[in-house]
């Protein structure tokens, strides 16, 4: 790793000016969507756009993706929510401390598993887990953004559940005009997002121009709620952003000071394991598609390093974002400098802008937000992990309801969980298969499934899993079954194939079989096995029991060895 | 399963004479044992008692071992220990009451694992760790005992560690005589057990008497203190039992009304399981040197019932313990009418003997629970393990430790799940080996390892284990290193033999490698594909992209169609 980011230090001119207008495009895109991402996280709407400066910058200098945005996010700031909710109290200073302290917590277990190499605790968020926490917190995004939609009034709630108990009796209450503007906002970015280009293109527009302008519809938008609002000067009574100080903060670690956030330590560990894990997933799929290469444990670096600068600058936690990377990729972005490019436009907006944006009805934000998640939630793909496997799928929807009825963070810690615990109900109950010789070949199949040749005295059993203490038992009693059941036979042939590791247990359930077998007038034999667990097994008191010419390289070898009409 | 069990259905008349033997044998072990483990476990030493009656009959009516002894077992009283020291606080009623709900609970718990078929969640304790926790289980009670046997009085204590910091600075004030007292005892009961058949045996009696008389040394050890602590009438200023309430108590569940009986909850499941993984093995042990059988299932039902038993008629959790069902075995035991016979005598001594018991010195019982536990630790076994199996043995260090310096329960705990954290790091990262033909063999093995045939445009390789989430990155970016360092290869054979399984994440990995390898002009192929994994493949968008005629039963058919120079 070198001091300088290899796309700096191998920067091509002709690059700049698509990274110039992808950076562009980006920005646009980014600055609704950071203050309406603060609101739902519950801290002021300028912690997004703090969010969105320094921390881009420092991931350019230390990531290893060429195209990821990296700034607020929606998955992220609805788990602030979730973790603010019982630390605020209501209090807006304790909430923005605590949100700093998330960012500042979330980057040093980044970089905790960075340097004790643990980065392989996240491969435990699996992907069916994953789609099912993103479709769950999605739905609890679009929930908590329905009071702004329809101008009504709400406290915290643990989750979705809870919200549609307080939600529902209150629906008389709705205030028009706000559900008006915020439905009329989200049609006007739907169709920005999904016509506008054909239409644009219709009109003579090539399909690359077509596409760039359609996505001015979201900062338009903007623009234009600002100017009606402010021409109604009050008069509509919609909840409004409001005033926003002017410029970005100077470095501070006073949030350090708020008491009670070791409360926030758990909830900054799963912050940082989704926003990795969504992070690298998002880098991966870019870096494919140009065939570069992410290397985890620097991703884990960068996004540790993101994270503390983002909380030192007073920024929100942060991650690289599906929908926006997608869009700095499509506009054209080659390398990180597009990201410094759009943290330039946010820091200008910074300055420049904050005091005209103190009119915009936060309906407006509400919508975008609406209108920017609906992409995360993945029906099809809940459905297609269903019907390959049952246990995945069954973790997935455990997950969606889990957040759905539990809360943000019940909700994914029980799918984790459950995946966990049913990939260890699978492998403690293993297929065991009586194996015979495919004719003509030297290569041995299941009896059950394919026509093969068998020897009366030779029992020939392949067990497709290790051999751990979870399995020791089950594999203990269905192997003495199957001797029962084989009362000619003289030889056990233990094919270890598909054995990649004997524990302890496993070691015990080899030794106690070998004795039970001898008792019985029978011998144990075993059949490729595979170089590690020989490598073991070696030097054992069971092996020396066994004896090296009772262990043979292939099935094959053991029946030419062992059956005397062979 | 009858009503009534196998063994006295089919009762032989000429086994009543060694049950009969058996059966007092294992009373006269156990009427001493009772006393002290329900002291051990914070309990009137009646409860030991109760515990001793109702359950082995229930067990004797349920159960599928002919010879498991069931009762107040040392592990599990420890195990009580720690769950009153919290619950209890100071109060005998509350203690008492507390050790009747653990009983309940835990025989609850396992009438839900038999009817819900979850008996393989007790797998999870592995061997190891049930290892590590008898010896630091062991080490604790030890611990407990010394204040009893040096005349001191200490209060409850969460760990081994917090005893020796409370202990060590008063040992000035040892009783000298109690020590005196204990030492001898502890010094008699280990002769007994170690010399004295022998030397019985130089006296002329046959092996068997011998080894039957030394067992009586327990009881004699009794009753000598107890006649010689009666004679000095209280002068010597020892601890004695003291009275205790003659015969068995009536049914009752007054024990119900407790109040914060729902803390005993956690407590009870691990009592539940470690009393079931203890009892299923001695069983296991002891069915093999017969041929008998063991259900496990039925095991559950069984310990289940026994344990409500004992709740309902007053007793304290019971299990299957080691060294008595070995006493009862090899003391001629061959149905469970012994255990009937040890339970009515069990009853004669709660109905004649209690009031005999009072002038009984708390030391001797102190020193017969420090002998009898001292043969459940098994350092061999741990080094052992150590040496086969690092993780296993981290596991089983960390539970000993665990146990000592945390406490039981949290000891359990830690090393159930550092055993579980070790199983998946090492799944997560699996052996994956580039593989070539064994000359004059259709096998194929490591090219590390053997002397193998290879073909350039051919690269075979074999992963060695399932395709699960938590490996599925790890194997994605292993496989692209390998196509990467073979530039000639056009062809991937991927030998599935050590995959059983492959979840929705492992589909996923096979989907975009298929998609990498063909944009990198090669072509992905699959061998020996295990029946159980090739129907769930089966009719995936992935075997559509494939093609049929990628999967290849053996790896040398796979070679046979697509090595040119073959």
Redesign the interface.
Known sequence: MTLLPDWLLTYQRRDLGDDALAGTITAILLIPQALAYALLAGLPPEVGLYASVIPPILYALTGSSRTLAVGPVAVAAVMVAAALGGFAEGDPARALAGGLWLALLSGLFLLLFAFLRLG?LS??V????LNGFSTGATITIIGTQVPALVGIRLGNQESFLDLLQELLPRLASINGLVLGCGLLTMTLLLLARNQLPGWLQVLGLSRKQAALSARMMPLLLVVGAILLSASLQGEAQMPVVGSIPQGLPAPSLDFLFVPGWQGLVGSALLIALIGYVESLSVARLLA?RRRQRID?DRELLALGVTNIGSAAFGGMPVAGGFARSMVNFDAGARTQLAAIITAGWVALAAFAFTGALAPLPKVVLAAIVVVAVTQLIDLRGIV??WR??R???LAQLATVLGVLALGIEPGLLLGIGL??AI?????????I?VVGR?PG???Y??IL?HHVVTWPELLLVRV???L???????VE?RLLALVADHPQAKQLVLIL?????I???G??LLE?LEQ?LQEAGMQLHLAEV???VMD?LQG??FMRALGADHVH??T??AVQRLSPTC
């Not at 699996?126 to 887990?129: A, G, K, R, W």
């Not at 990939?423 to 297929?431: G, K």
């Not at 751990?468 to 089950?474: D, E, G, L, R």
């Open positions: 392989w491969h435990f699996s992907h069916p887990v494919l985890p297609s992990t390959y496997d246990g995945d799928g995946a966990l990939t260890l109900r699978r492998t403690s109950n293993p297929h298969a495919v070949t030297e290569h199949r299941n499934r497709d899993e290790n751990y203490f979870a399995n020791v038992p089950q009693s194939s598909g054995v990649a590791a524990d302890a247990s070691l015990e106690s039970s595979k170089g590690p073991k054992t008191h390289l292939s094959e070898l």
